[in-house]
């Protein structure tokens, strides 16, 4: 199946700029978070890349930009523990609404941009509200598969790619492999599409994740 372009879905999910992209597909589902300030930066870039070669495959996929999006970080409360309803006690944001996307989604991409060798706040918040609703709840991504991609301007992706890999692990998902680090190097807006093996590790990212889905549908 050729390829298709990302469309805007028309809405957004916090009534402003939490941009939602959606293509329609098969019952599979991929929905990935772009962590980064910048909404259609690098970072979104790399995860088109691997997207792309979902669709090709049939699968549906999802880009959400947390850019602009209201997304508060975990207070702590355990409140999730008592009332073992799915969802976060806060409600004055989107954490609950990201984390009703991962739970129906059959595989979660997780991007961000390298801030002081580690990953960004906005996607750091919706992890770690996720990881606690998600083990009050019993484990709703337990055997999802899971996957990071970071961007970088230099040093320090290893441990950003680490930190988002610790999400999937502790959440007992599973994380298909690539060519090499899921890492695409560039400053400025476009420069990761400059990497030639940054780019095709998103691609191989994007197949083997294909090839993992299919394998645990059947």
């Keep these: 199946m ?3 372009e990302l469309r805007p879905s028309g809405h957004f999910l916090d009534g402003k700029r939490g941009e939602t992209y959606t293509m329609l597909g098969t019952k599979t589902k ?14 979104a870039i790399l995860l088109r890349t691997v997207l792309k070669e979902l669709e090709a495959e049939g699968i549906e996929t999802e880009l959400i930009q947390l850019s602009g999006a209201k997304i508060y ?12 309803d799915h969802r976060c006690s806060q409600s004055g944001d989107m954490g609950n609404a990201y984390i009703e996307k991962m739970e129906e989604a059959d595989g979660i991409l997780l991007g ?3 801030y002081v060798a580690d990953i960004s706040p906005e996607i750091k918040a919706l992890m770690d509200r996720a990881c606690l ?11 999802k598969v899971g996957a990071a991609v970071v961007a970088v301007r230099r040093a320090g992706a290893i441990h950003a790619f680490d ?18 680090w899921n ?12 990497d030639e093996e940054g780019i095709q590790t998103m691609k191989t ?14």
């Design 205 to 218: 990212l994007g197949r083997n994740m294909a090839w993992l889905l299919k394998k645990l549908k059947n």
């Design 30 to 43: 991929v929905v990935a978070f772009n962590g980064s300030a910048r909404k259609n930066g690098n970072t």
């Design 163 to 180: 930190a988002l890999n610790h999400f999937f692990l502790i959440s007992e998902m599973i994380v298909p492999g690539s060519s090499y």
């Design 112 to 114: 961000s941009p390298t």
């Design 183 to 194: 890492i695409g190097i560039g400053r400025e807006i476009g420069d990761v599409e400059k």
């Design 73 to 84: 970080g975990c207070l702590a409360c355990r409140k999730c523990s008592t009332s073992k």
């Design 133 to 143: 609703v998600s083990k009050a709840n019993g484990g709703i991504f337990r055997r």
């Design 2 to 4: 050729k390829a298709k």
